[in-house]
């Protein structure tokens, strides 16, 4: 397990990269890379939507631009500042500081669950998966974009000291642990490495 797979030191983490956070992420998750994340999800009718580990609300906002309301839960107080800097505490998105591990929210109460970036830091991937399923309505559609595993063995030794790092053969098994059907993945990035982010979609039975 990573140092970075421990709760505690994610948020000690957060509390100082969130101050640069949003000058960093196009480097890594840029918005052709939401985009297209996005267009693997079904928007039609009116979804309710929840925004998993939203950070400072790079994934919120491109979530946005195909729902009108977003509820959306991150661990860091620090990186819910920056969120509530640019959406308000009372508008477009209803926050809530929480654990991705025990979700604040009603079994059966979404219609797609999106997370971004924040996979590699869940102590237990298959128990967060399977809160998502928890909480989404039968057929509902999870989407989680997360780091792919380096192909390099120097590479391999330092992602695996610092967080979760995984293939589509790992995300297969950890989907399908979680009781997800119908699982598919898409490798994505910038130009500099266009397979360094891992992006799985799922559905949940009907």
């Not at 693997?40 to 979530?63: A, N, R, Y």
């Amino acid at each position: 397990m990573g140092i970075l797979e421990n709760k505690t030191r994610a948020r000690l983490f957060y509390k100082y990269l969130s101050r640069v956070y949003d000058r960093v992420n196009p480097f890594i998750w840029n918005e052709e890379m939401r985009t297209e994340a996005l267009s693997l999800l079904d928007f039609d009718g009116e979804p309710t939507v929840l925004d998993v580990g939203c950070g400072t609300g790079f994934g919120t906002e491109g979530l946005l631009e195909h729902v009108d309301h977003v509820y959306a839960l991150d661990q860091s107080p620090h990186q819910l500042e920056k969120a509530y800097e640019k959406f308000g505490k009372r508008g477009p998105v209803s926050f809530h500081l929480g654990d991705a591990e025990r979700l604040p929210f009603e079994t059966n109460a979404f219609d797609v669950v999106w997370s971004s970036g924040s996979i590699e830091y869940w102590p237990q991937p298959v128990r967060t998966l399977r809160e998502f399923r928890r909480v989404l309505v039968p057929g509902g559609q999870v989407l989680v974009v997360g780091p792919n595993y380096p192909s390099n063995t120097l590479t391999q030794r330092l992602a695996d000291a610092i967080m979760l790092f995984y293939d589509e053969d790992d995300a297969d098994r950890m989907f399908t642990q979680a009781g997800f059907e119908d699982v598919e993945h898409a490798l994505m990035g910038p130009t500099y490495d266009p397979d360094v982010a891992i992006t799985t979609v799922g559905r949940a039975p009907e």
